[in-house]
């Protein structure tokens, strides 16, 4: 059984860039969940991808966007990056539902400057 | 605006003792509960989850689910250094599993 992947590991970009982050999702699972989690914080919940769609999001603007792809791999895409967008993305594959645990990759920590 | 609840922490014990950690949540919806372990630098690993009412024991440790006081805990027995780490209490909230997470509880465990 293969875990959560998530690439790449540290990203250093500047404002106003654009960037993308990756997810393959434990084999089995149909769902991924994205999350964001600032120093010192819990995770914060973006969104969610099930079946290709959306199925789901927090309280992100919409320069949050993603994608799930049909092998259940998903991105994260930020656009116009802003200082307060430095934190760790995590990835988390699950079945759908809300009683499914949620397993989560090693992160991405990215760094704006 | 629904929330999850920890005591920041740091709570430190003494190696052989028990950790009791706890965490509050606002959303009665809510219906699954689970508890989390993240190292420094590392990404939280799953390793309890609660649904009803209750203990629910698994090695050292065990959680407890209180619905009506809208109270979840998790108890770590004979702590071991190892466990030092911040342990996150996540809420499942709406039709889908979008986790509500508290800030996480620093535990220390010294030898």
């Known amino acids: 059984e293969t875990g959560v992947t998530q690439s790449p590991t540290h990203l250093i970009k500047t404002r106003g860039q654009q960037v993308t982050l990756r997810c393959s999702s434990q084999?089995?699972?149909?769902?991924v969940s994205w999350y964001q989690q600032a120093l010192g914080q819990g995770p914060q919940f973006i969104f969610q991808?099930?079946?290709?769609?959306?199925?789901g999001r927090g309280n992100f603007p919409p320069r949050f966007s993603g994608l799930q792809f049909p092998n259940y791999s998903s991105e994260l895409n930020v656009n116009a990056l802003e200082l307060d967008d430095s934190a760790l993305y995590l990835c988390?594959?699950?079945?759908?539902?809300?009683?499914?645990?949620?397993?989560f990759g090693p992160g991405t920590r990215l760094t704006v400057t | 605006q629904k929330e999850v609840e920890q005591n920041s922490g740091p709570l430190s014990v003494p190696e052989g003792a028990i950790a009791s950690l706890n965490c509050t949540y606002s959303?009665?919806?809510?219906?699954?509960f689970f508890w989390y372990r993240q190292y420094s630098g590392k990404s939280p690993e799953l390793i309890m989850s609660?649904?009803?009412?209750g203990d629910k024991e698994d090695g050292r440790f065990t959680a407890q689910l209180n619905k009506a006081s809208q109270y979840v805990s998790l108890l770590i027995r004979d702590s071991q250094p190892s466990d030092s780490a911040t342990y996150l209490c996540?809420?499942?909230?709406?039709?889908?599993?979008?986790?509500?997470f508290g800030a996480g509880t620093r535990l220390a465990v010294h030898p």
């Open positions: 988390a594959s699950s079945f759908q539902g809300a009683d499914y645990e949620q397993y």
């Open positions: 084999s089995g699972h149909n769902t």
């Open positions: 991808y099930y079946r290709e769609e959306e199925n």
């Open positions: 959303d009665r919806g809510s219906q699954s």
């Open positions: 609660i649904y009803s009412n």
């Open positions: 996540a809420g499942s909230s709406g039709g889908y599993n979008k986790l509500i």
